[in-house]
């Protein structure tokens, strides 16, 4: 055992230390929705990471310096960490910038900051992470839409494939029903924005046309984002999606969902053939389209029945979320993909694979962490 300690702890100073350098990139990243003059205002402060009980971080004026919880960033993804982080620089916004003085901590000057710095007033202290926010509301039970949404995910996993391909589609109308009937209420709700997948100094193909799909399909806005690949020491790039709670939810269960059943068809797909990395891509980028394929008849079906006015409510935005997106990124751009070589048989194959895939619950999803468990997609009683 002794011979053994030294290395751990070597490991995970090497490890906190890779940390530390995401959080000083992070910071410096963080300060570009800001105006000039403001972002000189704002020191570089000192960065810790502390043993600090159930609180997540914490700004020292005195000190110039950000502690954030040991176990938190340890433990957590890196979205939950950004997030205290940019936190605290709202504290320090509201000190440095502000000027609040002997203002309470969380006082009006400290909402300005978060507003400011596009924080979240509540993601310090001694309250939940960004993802312990997003597990089950006990308002999700008493939800009889979201209820039948979870049964019919159940069925899905029918092996008798035209009965689980109805239960898709009906979950499918459920999710389009109950997002329009928020949509006419015209009121504004609550918006979350979470990482799916990991940050990365590239990403293939796939991912984009998996982005697309959500966009698409189920209720969120997605968006690449800067984000600091730890492993690299270096800034990537990262899907985020933006939604309600519960889209979110979906959304994710749905990215998982796809991302493995892509591995498990190409190790199948492959087996006892020579294909590169590149097919891979082919024959993902096929089967993504094969399934948006699939999704788009339906609604295009299910379009055919309705009223006129109820077919445009279908492509109409949600405009609270338009506004939420708007304010947390004000500037964007766009960017194109070159075009690539690709193999015409292989992404055919993907395409007809992607037409038989099934959403269904209980898939496995690996955390982080790398701890594998069950996600709860939603919950009943």
Not at 61 to 82: A, F, G, M
């Amino acid at each position: 055992m002794p011979q053994n300690k030294a290395p751990r702890i070597e490991l995970q100073e090497t490890l906190e230390r890779n940390i530390l350098h995401g959080l000083s990139v992070e910071w410096d990243h963080a300060l570009w929705v800001l105006d000039e003059p403001e972002r000189k205002k704002m020191k570089k402060p000192l960065l810790s990471l502390r043993d600090m009980g159930r609180k997540l971080g914490s700004w020292s004026k005195e000190k110039n310096e950000i502690s954030l919880s040991r176990k938190h960033v340890l433990n957590c993804p890196w979205d939950d960490t950004r997030e205290i982080l940019v936190h605290e620089m709202a504290h320090q916004y509201a000190d440095q910038v502000l000027h609040a003085g002997d203002e309470r901590p969380h006082g009006p000057r400290f909402r300005k900051a978060c507003l400011c710095l596009r924080a979240d007033p509540s993601a310090s202290g001694h309250v939940r992470t960004l993802h312990e926010r997003l597990q089950d509301d006990p308002r999700d039970r008493h939800d009889r839409h979201l209820v039948r949404i979870k049964k019919l995910m159940s069925l899905a996993e029918s092996r008798n494939r035209h009965e689980a391909e109805a239960a898709m589609a009906k979950a499918h109308d459920l999710m389009n029903k109950y997002n329009l009937q928020l949509l006419a209420q015209r009121r504004s709700q609550d918006y979350f924005s979470v990482f799916v997948g990991k940050p990365a100094l590239r990403h293939f193909r796939e991912s984009y046309y998996i982005a697309n799909l959500l966009q698409d399909y189920y209720f969120v806005q997605g968006l690449w984002v800067s984000a600091h690949v730890l492993e690299k020491g270096k800034m990537g790039r990262v899907l985020e999606i933006s939604g309600t709670r519960r889209n979110i939810k979906i959304a994710s269960y749905v990215y998982d969902f796809v991302n493995r059943y892509i591995n498990a068809q190409w190790q199948a797909y492959m087996r006892g053939k020579k294909l590169n990395r590149h097919r891979k891509s082919d024959f993902s980028v096929g089967l993504v389209e094969g399934f948006s394929g699939k999704l788009a008849c339906h609604q295009n079906a299910q379009n055919a029945h309705t009223s006129p006015g109820t077919r445009a409510l279908v492509k109409f935005e949600d405009p609270h979320l338009g506004k939420y997106m708007a304010h947390r990124y004000p500037h964007t751009r766009s960017f194109s993909r070159k075009t690539v070589n690709h193999d015409t048989g292989i992404l055919e194959d993907g395409i007809k694979i992607g037409e038989k895939m099934v959403i269904s619950k209980g898939i496995v999803h690996e955390d982080s962490s790398g701890s594998s468990h069950t996600p709860k997609l939603l919950t009943t009683p």
